[in-house]
């Protein structure tokens, strides 16, 4: 199916474990990010990338690491699972064009529980 | 913290009356985004606007920019009960890579 999918769309897991979220788009976007989703700060950007390879810190990536090798996939894990990590988090891609990045398509979220 | 921050937080209208909200960001910007997230959805992506560009129409939606001032409105005319929703405006800047970034968003309410 053409578009971008996160997995898993829910997600319960204890604190201290990791846990890693995907991300896959099918457009080949350059650009893909990383957004976490919490009542009151609206969306805060954790990782982004610009390729393959290309990663830089967002806004709030303690806690947080991120890998690209391929173009289609940027998963995000969450090396010791603490309760302040809880949240709603969302994958996006775009292309970047000549004047920023272009509109951004997301993702249906994950919405991850630590207990 | 944030580079957009949107005004007000949160908004509540009756059908067909307009829609205006807010969004201040602190540094310069290649274009500006707006976003709209039904509630427990993925954002869609509004309309955006370059930064060489002042207003920007898409159907009921009017889109400004004024970059002396570091701020930009999004008006919605003849407002209806499916506009109910959040809206986000998002900065596309130069940091590293280009990156895009959200602001906390306004809750328009339009009642039937």
């Known amino acids: 199916d053409a578009g971008i999918t996160q997995s898993p769309r829910y997600k319960i897991t204890e604190t201290g474990r990791q846990v890693t979220l995907m991300c896959h788009q099918t457009w080949s976007h350059s650009y893909m990010f990383w957004y976490r989703q919490d009542l009151g700060h609206g969306l805060r950007l954790i990782y982004y990338?610009?390729?393959?390879?290309?990663?830089d810190k967002g806004e709030v990536p303690d806690g947080y690491v991120v890998s690209r090798s391929k173009t289609e996939n940027f998963p995000l894990t969450l090396e010791s699972a603490t309760r302040s990590q809880t949240s709603v988090y969302f994958c996006?891609?775009?292309?970047?064009?000549?004047?920023?990045?272009?509109?951004?398509?997301f993702g249906q979220g994950t919405r991850l529980t630590v207990v | 913290s944030q580079q957009g921050e949107e005004d007000p937080q949160a908004l509540s209208i009756q059908e067909g009356e307009n829609a205006t909200m807010n969004c201040s960001y602190k540094t310069s910007i290649n274009n500006l985004q707006w976003y709209r997230q039904n509630s427990g959805r993925g954002l869609v992506h509004l309309i955006l606007i370059r930064s060489n560009e002042r207003e920007k129409h898409s159907g009921r939606l009017r889109v400004t920019l004024d970059t002396s001032k570091k701020s930009s409105s999004l008006l919605i005319t003849a407002s209806r009960a499916a506009d109910t929703a959040s809206y986000f405006c998002a900065t596309s800047t130069q940091g590293g890579s280009e990156k895009l970034v959200f602001g906390k968003g306004t809750k328009l309410t339009v009642n039937p």
């Open positions: 990338s610009a390729a393959a390879d290309i990663t």
């Open positions: 996006a891609s775009g292309d970047y064009t000549g004047t920023g990045v272009a509109e951004a398509f």
